[in-house]
């Protein structure tokens, strides 16, 4: 049984709604308000094409404040913080010495000295801990910030009705004002690969908030999504979940868990020319090395079946992958998965076989992700 050393404010809606707390990050999270199929169609099509509104409460939110925050954060993660201006924020990855992944953030630049770092299962904070010892900083955990996420295309139109500058507020900036009398900070980020927003606040002022969105959106066709809907919109949006897509879950035979930037396609996440962060000079040694690539995979035709974790991928009748997680979407017409694939297959059109866990094979093509939004126009739109 899990222990939640966590609680969110939102606990008594979730189970209103007939949520089934799970333990997620040590918090109990609404995994589920119905284990139904239709239910997971409804709530993964509201987002995509009205708005859901989830509690992500659960992601840990790191203040770093003090003359050396800066240093610490870069020290910390592979983004040069000094290009973040106040106001901004931007996605990162933490490396361990090694130079393997060990968890990603968003790291926030509130004000002059002041940082908020958003981030998930991994070691992020205790690495942020560890780097600030002896430095002009603290690292304060804050449990009391909640994170409401409202994702899809009718969310500006939402929020706009109380707070008309949100339609200025461009990808990956952030706002502080009010929402319905509290005290808010809104972010133009999010995890499903739509128009979305992040709404902090108290959580004293939590329910208000959750009731209010509901209340003013329910004519809009906006609805409590359960958090397992992240998983088939990041599917297709090329995001990733540590650690299910990661050898944590798909280990390597005789080797320690851990994957390169370069193997999960997160190289990105390093700013240009940076060195000395944690890790550094090994991801740079470990490039062209890699055991793996993550890649997308496509069911040939119209077959719908949906690829299950832990099917296995063949590529001329050699195994060649692992899927991690598959989708099946009737609004877009496909059925597609993230995979771990060996490099010489992780290639636009390249024919594969999978194979899944009851034996049934599937004809199958590699591709390239992002699946949806391929461009990236409607999470980066404005106005």
Known sequence: MAIFWRHS???????E???????????????????????????????????????????KKVY???????????????????????????????????????????IYHLSMNSWLVVHG????????????????CTVIFDDDLHDMSLQGPVAVDLLAKEIPAIRDLAY????????????VMISRTGYTGERGYEIFCKAKDAVHLWDSILEAGKDMGVRPT?????????????????PGDNSETF???????????????LDFTVSPNKEGFIGSENHYA???KERFKIYGVKLSGDAMDQMEMFARVHANGKDVGVITYGLSSELNGYSVAIARLSPEVAKAGTKLTVVQPDGTELAATAEEMPFYDVDKSIRTAKG
């Open 251 to 265: 280990p390597f035979e005789n080797e320690t868990c851990g994957d390169t930037l370069w193997e999960l396609g």
């Open 17 to 59: 709604i007939g949520g089934e707390l799970e333990d997620w990050n040590g918090m109990g999270t609404a995994w589920f308000y119905d284990h139904t199929p239709e239910r997971a169609k409804a709530d993964y099509e509201a987002i995509r094409t009205k708005a859901g509104l989830m509690d992500v409460s659960g992601l």
């Open 64 to 106: 770093v404040t003090g003359p050396d925050a800066a240093y610490v954060i870069d020290r910390a993660t592979t983004r040069n913080v000094e290009k973040i201006a106040p106001g901004r924020s931007t996605y990162a990855s933490m490396l361990n010495a090694e130079g393997k992944f060990i968890d990603d953030c968003i």
């Open 121 to 136: 299962t991994g070691t992020g904070m205790e690495q942020l801990t560890t780097v600030a010892a002896g430095k002009n």
């Open 172 to 183: 990956f900036g952030l706002m502080q004002t009010r929402l319905y009398g509290c005290d």
């Open 226 to 242: 359960q958090f397992s809907t992240l998983d088939m919109l990041r599917i297709e949006s090329y995001l990733l979940f540590y």
């Open 9 to 15: 404010a939102l606990a008594h809606r979730h189970a």
């Open 286 to 288: 470990s490039k062209g």
